[in-house]
């Protein structure tokens, strides 16, 4: 009888310390991100932007000061999902056009694959842009239990088209609606959070259409904002905070139906912010498009209640795109891939230890002609780091988004000391010949692994006109 009792409690400890085991190797994991969301358009970064959320949960949380992602996109989306470097799968080169026949290729298993082997439930909720022109390449067949959302870079947040085409659906069904899609996103989120079993753990991946061009947004938003002149900053201040209050309803979701002290919550933009249309990146150089500061040093955090161990300060460590998707894994309790580029950062996000990631390469893009690497203090670029070469301000009253002339012909050859120069004003090449030599010769390191950019034209067989007006796949 007590060797039966005694065994019975075993059973229970082991029976406990595996449930608890399992649940806290399997946390919930929300990765939100912002599509371009500028370094100086978070509430972390200045006074000017509203995101009292947001800015909660990354002053609560960690906030990462040298997470890098490309300069568009589809490029950064492909190393979030995919793990690797956008040149090593083809995708280095600007985005996916609607009638590209491009996409991050089959032959990669991608982050909600490997979730889902893990036991999670997986959900997007966003915009993809990573390919549909074939059925393979979409949310639904690439490991999302469900999707909804858009195909493409870019469209109207109401009327949900890209020029002749719609573009918005529930999994592999065209969802017809006009409402602003920050509020179908939101209310979509909350449904699968108060529909999921709590006890099966969740990856949901939220990829908002805000604050990308077209600048949209309802009008009470816009106008909390009504001191700001400019109309352009005006519509994406109202943007972001739009955002952010979608945000803090998924949270309040989050912590209603006891999901909170089980997850952890990852917010990124994208790439750098688009100056032509409201956002803004000061101190940083360059925007949107290019391998500057402005166009790869993204906002973000990280934030848990229960799974950070040091908490409330921010983190210097090096991160690149795709260490989300080893970082992500990691998190999980998931073994990371052989071969991937991303580096598991989750002991950085959790313990506050060093990055283990030594240097970041901006881009090796054979179509621009362009690379960039930076290490723990250097950055070396070669050829034109894009349109947008120089310091934007924010825009000004009489409505320019580009007040200040443009930066056209640039060495070859730059180097900079971010530490002491984040906002590269000074070009140290000539003056550390030896500094050159060695990012260099790492560069080339990386220049011998890539491959060429696939950029190929558009499709007229893309045409929205044979799918009954809808973006749609089936032409490749
Ligand atoms: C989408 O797929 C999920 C998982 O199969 C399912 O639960 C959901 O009902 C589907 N939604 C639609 C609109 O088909
Ligand atoms: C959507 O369609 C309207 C009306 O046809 C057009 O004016 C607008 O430019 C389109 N929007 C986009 C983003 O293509
Ligand atoms: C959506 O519904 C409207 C009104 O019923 C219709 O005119 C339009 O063609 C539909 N759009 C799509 C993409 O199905
Ligand atoms: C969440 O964790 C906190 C701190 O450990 C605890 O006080 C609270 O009761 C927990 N809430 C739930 C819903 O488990
Ligand atoms: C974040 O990075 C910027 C630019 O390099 C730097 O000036 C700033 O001190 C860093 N913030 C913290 C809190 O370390
Ligand atoms: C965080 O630190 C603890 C204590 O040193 C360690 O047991 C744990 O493995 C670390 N977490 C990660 C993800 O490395
Ligand atoms: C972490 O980095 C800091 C600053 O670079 C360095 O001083 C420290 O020695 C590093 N710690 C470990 C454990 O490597
Ligand atoms: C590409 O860039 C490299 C390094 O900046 C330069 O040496 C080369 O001449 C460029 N090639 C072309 C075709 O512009």
Known sequence: MAMRGSRL?????????????NVSQSPHIIFIVADDLGWNDVSWHTDEILMPNLDT??????ILNNSYVQPMCSPSRSAFMSGYFPFHTGLQHDVIGASQANFLESKYKILPQYLKEKGYATHIVGKWHLGFCNWKYTPTYRGFDSYLGYYVAAEDYYQHNASNGYDFRFNTSVLNTTEYSLDVFTR????????HSINTPLFLYLPFQNVHAPLEVPEIYEKKFANIQNRNRRQYSGMVYALDEAVGQIMKVLDDQGYMNNSVIMFTTDNGGPVVSGANNLPLRGAKTTIWEGGTRGAAFVYSPTYLHKTQYT???LMHAADWFSTILGAAGVDIPDGVDGLNLWDMMSNGSNSTRQEVVHNIDDMY????????RYKLMFGNPGRYNTWYPLPGVDGLCQPVSEITDLPDVQLFDLLEDPGEHYNIADQNPHIVQRLTDRLNFYKKTAIPARYPKGDPESNPDNFGGVWSPGWC
Do not use: C, Q, W
């Not at 409690?9 to 085991?21: A, K, N, P, R, S």
């Not at 949960?57 to 960690?62: K, N, Y």
């Not at 979509?188 to 529909?195: D, P, S, W």
């Not at 362009?370 to 723990?376: F, K, M, Y």
């Open 57 to 62: 949960m990354a002053r609560a949380g960690v």
């Open 188 to 195: 979509r989120a909350k449904e699968i959070l108060t529909t």
């Open 369 to 376: 002609n362009n690379s960039a690497i930076r290490d723990s």
């Open 9 to 21: 409690i075993m059973f229970l400890v082991l029976l406990y310390t595996y449930i608890d085991y």
């Open 315 to 317: 983190h210097n460590g």
